[in-house]
């Protein structure tokens, strides 16, 4: 059997301007390895933005900055009119 411990509570204050996104988006968070993203992925980000015009795609910087670098050139040249609306955070 695997147990998982569950996570902790938020700290006070803790919000979404605390990782610098807003509040009045709806967010889509896409918490995948970096790495594991396929550059198929990306039409289906550029669909959800499509047909939401208030989302927003969150995905987590990786822990090598290459990784994030490589990452956010493909989607942003993906993604063309969305790319305001991808946003990596930490």
């Known amino acids: 059997t695997t ?8 700290k006070d204050g803790t919000d979404l301007a605390y990782f610098g996104l807003p509040s009045d988006k709806n967010i889509y968070l896409c918490p995948q390895t970096l790495y594991k993203l396929h ?7 550029v669909e959800i933005l499509r047909r939401d015009p208030s989302g927003v795609v969150v995905f987590p910087v990786a ?3 290459d990784m994030t670098e490589m990452l956010m050139d493909r989607m942003l040249e993906g993604v063309g009119e969305f790319r305001e609306r991808v946003m990596f955070v930490r």
């Open 3 to 10: 147990y998982f411990m569950p996570p902790l509570p938020p």
């Open 63 to 65: 822990v090598k900055a």
């Open 39 to 45: 550059p198929d992925f990306d039409a289906l980000i």
